[in-house]
């Protein structure tokens, strides 16, 4: 598919890339009706940090709430989402020989003012997670609402990239450092792994 060849082209090249036709605005639309419905029924969790024993819940590192997604869902929003995503897995394993697997994917609401801090997608005892995606389900986002994503890459100026409807950022889990800018508006995302396991 055309919109993974930038993309690849970008992760291969610089270690991240983003395509802002990842989601259709009604796809979008639909996503998010399925996560308000889902966080209004009581099912979000504040997000904590590490796993098992080392997992606690730290408002002062990471404000979002989240919600993971079952593949075997029957929604078919979320059915279509998965396809898309194993589409994404195909052309990665091809192109960059990634030998990735398998994936994992949450909704995450950042309520106003939260943000996350600088950090690296990885566990100290789980090395599963190989690449990181993001996909945004903002519509109408203003740069005035803050939340950008904000990549960290050794020896160049940081790269900001606002959570917009649609877009996609892709990157490698352990390589690229980075953090999420208080939002000054709710903020909606899927966010997930793609891993070798
Ligand atoms: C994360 C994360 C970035 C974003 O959930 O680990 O870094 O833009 N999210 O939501
Ligand atoms: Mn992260």
Request: hydrophobic share 40%; aromatic share 12%.
């Amino acid at each position: 598919m055309k919109i993974f060849d930038l993309l690849i082209d970008n992760i291969a090249e610089h270690s991240y890339g983003v395509t802002d036709d990842f989601f259709t605005p009604n796809e979008v639309k639909a996503l998010v009706v399925i996560l308000r419905q889902r966080h209004e029924a009581g099912v979000f969790k504040t997000a904590s940090i590490g796993q098992k024993s080392e997992r606690r819940v730290q408002d002062k590192v990471r404000g979002d709430h989240i919600l993971w997604l079952d593949e075997n869902s029957i929604d078919a929003e979320e059915q279509a989402f998965f396809l898309k995503i194993n589409t994404f897995i195909t052309y990665l394993n091809q192109t960059c020989y990634l030998g990735l697997r398998s994936f994992e994917f949450h909704y995450a609401l950042y309520p106003i003012g939260t943000f996350y801090k600088r950090h690296f997608d990885r566990f100290l005892h789980d090395s599963g997670r190989k690449m990181s995606v993001i996909c945004y389900l903002n519509a109408d986002w203003q740069a005035t609402d803050g939340g950008e994503l904000v990549i960290h890459l050794p020896n160049a100026e940081p790269v900001k990239i606002a959570p917009l409807g649609g877009r996609l950022v892709c990157f490698e889990a352990d390589k690229i450092e980075h953090e999420v800018l208080p939002a000054l508006r709710e903020r909606l995302s899927l966010t997930g792994w793609l891993r070798t396991d």
